[in-house]
């Protein structure tokens, strides 16, 4: 089975530019989170979808947004990219059922390079 | 926020000998997560704890769910060279779909393993 997959795998913008990036959850997974890893730190928390619905944001500025479609894949978008937000950016998927046990699965992120 | 202490940031050992590390937090967290990354890849999940006071084993790692609920340790036992890259523990405050969102997850600023052959 498939895991959770990210694309693209890199990314080279300029200042100011626009970015998408994208998220397919394992198969039967309802939710996904977004999360931002700068070098040398923690996964930051971005955003969490669950049935196209936002159940959770981070601590990021307006110019972070994101969506989760029909087929619970998720996109991410980013407007006016600044230098500091180079960094990989992580989807997470998970069933979605909220229990306790909701465990929370990778994918390999989205390098995004802002020059 | 919350913020999660890992610590040590960095460990250097030979092969064979086990590892130790924690993680402490400013506030209560309902479950405590350990996962593993690895250079150009996403955290992989090592274990979950769900209670304070739980301790979890997978293969050579155990890991503890603090008795304060505020902090949890993993033991690495006889190290060995794929057991390199990057541990991270991460705390999660809410369980349940229809309040905080439980696909937040607070991490620690990570340990960096290194196992010399």
């Known amino acids: 089975d498939a895991g959770v997959t990210q694309s693209p795998t890199h990314l080279i913008k300029t200042r100011g530019q626009h970015v998408t990036l994208r998220c397919s959850p394992i198969s039967g997974h309802k939710s996904v989170s977004w999360y931002q890893q700068v070098l040398g730190q923690g996964p930051q928390f971005i955003f969490q979808y669950y049935e196209k619905e936002e159940r959770g944001r981070g601590n990021f500025p307006d110019r972070f947004s994101a969506r989760q479609f029909p087929n619970y894949s998720s996109e991410l978008n980013v407007n006016a990219l600044l230098l500091g937000d180079s960094a990989l950016y992580l989807c997470?998927?998970?069933?979605?059922?909220?229990?306790?046990?909701?465990?929370?699965?990778f994918g390999s992120g989205t390098q995004l390079s802002v020059l | 926020g919350q913020q999660l202490n890992q610590s040590p940031q960095s460990m250097f050992i030979q092969e064979g000998e086990d590892v130790s590390m924690n993680c402490t937090s400013s506030s209560i967290f309902n479950t405590w997560l350990w996962y593993k990354q690895d250079p150009g890849e996403g955290p992989v999940l090592l274990i979950a704890?769900?209670?304070?006071?739980e301790l979890t084993s997978n293969g050579r790692l155990t890991a503890q769910f603090g008795i304060t609920r505020k902090d949890s340790f993993l033991n690495i036992s006889a190290s060995i060279p794929s057991d390199v890259g990057i541990y991270f523990c991460?705390?999660?405050?809410?369980?349940?779909?229809?309040?905080?969102?439980?696909?937040?997850?607070?991490f620690g600023q990570g340990t960096i393993l290194t196992v010399h052959p």
């Open positions: 997470a998927s998970s069933p979605g059922t909220g229990s306790r046990g909701e465990k929370l699965f």
């Open positions: 704890l769900y209670k304070a006071g």
């Open positions: 991460a705390g999660r405050l809410g369980n349940n779909a229809g309040g905080t969102s439980y696909g937040k997850l607070t």
